[in-house]
């Protein structure tokens, strides 16, 4: 027993692991989906690392077996350390409470419990095997895998669609584009490599018709000008509009999707089941999302330029007075080079209600449901050069 104040060593190496366990997660995002992207670490008896594994690609290996397959017989009376609850369940894969229980596993620490019907009850499984399971109840910043990685497979469980997080990047005045139309770049290269890896971690990049007529983006994720990133998401283009057969956004990968609607939650349908959906703008695809209640977070970009009579961020988000105005809270500030990066979550429930600043759907984006302000592990040092 540890005495109110002194650390509890055990507890300290198993806060280290959940830390790197969620490390290692970030590598799963944009790629397991519809799995959620886990992370795990195995300690041996010792609380030595000696395993760590990220969820594979769907029909691949969970995290847990992952881990435990690196350990491979320093599992034995040792410690598994996970993001979510190891699942009970057959589906793809065999169960991972079966494995770590074959291993010889004596403890598992697990950040978030199973909410899916399907997977959930494996600390329930473990226990009836003797095997001490333990939810980590500690939800700071750094171990709290509700903000994480898992955040938007969370959310797609809790609100039956993606999390949507609409980025921009814009002058100090609000601007999306000089009254002539061209934008690029408003923002600089460290701003501009923040949203290549962003992209990295999305399961769907979109754009409206506007933005591929006046921009023909490619929307891959790049680590330089040109090399793409190993991970890459789906790119799609939503309008009526045909998509010309020599538009960038294309490709060659079979990595394109044209969403010929202009209903926001009928392009969410039609991209299925995916936990993550980047939208890129522009502005009247960005309206309309707002105005549908679809908008959960937003990652801004804000450069200290003056643009005067440019082109809003926004067109039509259903705002005529300030009590009707879109919330939002502050989860993450950074500084890009010049330019200024901000994390927000949606604050539900506002709108006509500002004054109270209550938040009545706090299930949504980063509320009850993912609590504190998150580490997005922003990465800037990812070499490129221009972001479309
Ligand atoms: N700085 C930035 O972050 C950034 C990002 C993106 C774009 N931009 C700039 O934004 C400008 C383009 O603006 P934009 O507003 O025309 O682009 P947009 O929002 O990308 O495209 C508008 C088009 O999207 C389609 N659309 C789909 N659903 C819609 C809906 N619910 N409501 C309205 N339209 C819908 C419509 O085309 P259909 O007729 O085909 O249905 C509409 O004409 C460009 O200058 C671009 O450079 C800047």
């Not at 200024?340 to 759907?361: H, I, K, W």
Request: charged share 25%.
């Amino acid at each position: 027993m540890t005495g109110a104040g002194s650390p509890d060593p055990r507890r300290e190496v198993e806060r280290a692991a959940l830390v790197e366990a969620l490390r290692v997660s970030r590598s799963a995002l944009g790629v397991s989906t519809p799995n959620p992207p886990v992370g795990a670490v195995v300690l041996d008896a010792a609380g030595t690392i000696v395993g760590r594994g990220a969820t594979e690609a769907a029909g691949g290996r969970h995290a847990e077996v992952v881990a435990l397959d690196e350990a491979g017989d320093r599992a034995r009376g040792g410690t598994l350390v996970v993001t979510l609850e190891p699942c009970a369940h057959h589906g793809r894969t065999g169960p991972c409470t079966a494995r770590a229980i074959a291993d010889g596993i004596s403890r598992v620490v697990y950040a978030v419990s199973d909410p899916t019907p399907d997977a959930a009850g494996g600390a329930e499984t473990l226990r009836r095997a003797g095997v001490d399971a333990v939810l980590y109840d500690d939800d700071t910043s750094a171990v709290n895998a509700r903000t994480g990685p898992l955040a938007a497979w969370l959310h797609r469980q809790s609100h039956g669609r993606p999390m949507v997080t609409w980025k921009y990047a814009a002058s100090m005045d609000g601007h999306v584009a000089a009254a002539d139309g061209t934008s690029m770049w408003i923002t600089g290269p460290a701003a501009r490599r923040h949203v290549h890896a962003r992209r990295e971690e999305m399961d769907v990049v979109v754009v409206g018709s506007g933005t591929l007529r006046t921009d023909d983006p490619a929307l891959t994720a790049r680590i330089s000008g040109s090399t793409p990133s190993a991970r890459q998401p789906l790119r799609a283009v939503m309008g009526l509009t045909a998509v010309p057969r020599d538009a960038r956004v294309r490709g060659t990968d079979g990595r394109f999707r044209h969403l010929e609607t202009r209903d926001p939650a009928a392009a969410l349908e039609l991209l299925g089941d995916v936990n993550h959906v980047l939208i890129e703008g522009g502005p009247h695809l960005a309206g309309a999302f707002l105005t549908a209640g679809l908008v959960d977070e937003v990652d801004a970009y804000l450069a200290p330029v003056v643009l005067g009579d440019g082109l809003s961020a926004v067109t039509g988000a259903g705002v005529t007075t300030l009590p009707e105005a879109h919330r939002f809270r502050i989860l993450e500030t950074a500084m890009l080079g010049d330019d200024m990066y901000l994390r927000l979550t949606a604050r539900r429930g506002t709108r006509g209600d500002v004054e109270s600043g209550a938040e009545t759907d706090a299930g949504a984006g980063a509320g009850t449901d993912t609590g504190a302000v998150a580490d997005t592990g922003t990465s800037t040092d990812t070499p490129t050069e221009g972001s479309r």
